[in-house]
């Protein structure tokens, strides 16, 4: 935006220096002279390249917008299995039906989530983006990021999820841990 701003600030400031030689004065030699000013400031606002400030910017704009892809992680299938749980109960815009059946106590807990959805539904929803997962019997530790929306808002923390009756399960408190730090207390 400040590129812009100076662009816009050295057009202005050229038309300035070329309305004289626009006036009813006949064309004398100060035209000529503004004219000749305006030609050298234009030459060192373009640069020595021969390119105009407007695509140096626009080259800089689309060097900005590429953002690192991100990687899917090569997880086992009993790893894709609880990162997936894992992922589909802390995702804000998720349907309750799928996700009730991996939270500990859903029951309790059906309108804490319908508070969740709705509260972050203007940034785009949250959801969590696993990045590693390690499995020790019964318990997997989950690396992932958070997203608000598409664009990740904390990276790399950790939760655990644990596996009861061969389901993967989110603990009621440690959902409702995640959730006040989102601002929804579970009720």
């Known amino acids: 935006m400040k590129k812009y701003n100076a662009l816009l600030f050295s057009f202005v400031f050229l038309l300035l220096l070329m309305m004289p030689a626009c006036s009813s004065d006949g064309g004398t030699t100060k035209s000529e002279e503004k004219t000749a000013q305006s030609l050298v400031l234009a030459k060192e606002i373009d640069g020595d390249d021969g390119r105009s400030v407007v695509e140096e910017v626009e080259e800089v704009e689309e060097v900005e917008e590429v953002e690192a892809e991100f990687v899917i992680p090569d997880f086992s299938e009993e790893e894709q299995t609880a990162v997936d749980a894992f992922a589909l109960v802390y ?3 998720a349907a309750w039906e799928s996700k009730a059946l991996h939270l500990e106590n859903s029951d309790l807990l059906q309108v804490t989530n319908e508070q969740y959805r709705d509260a972050n539904e203007s940034m785009g929803g949250i959801s969590l983006r696993p990045t590693g997962a390690k499995i020790e019997g019964d318990i997997a530790t989950i690396i992932y990021d958070v997203l608000f929306g598409v664009t990740p ?3 790399s923390l950790e939760r ?12 009621r ?4 841990g995640f959730l006040s730090s989102a601002r929804t207390p579970c009720s």
């Open 91 to 93: 995702d804000s815009s």
């Open 160 to 171: 655990t999820i644990t596996r009861v009756d061969g389901v993967w399960r989110v603990s």
């Open 173 to 176: 408190d440690d959902y409702c």
């Open 153 to 155: 808002a904390y990276e």
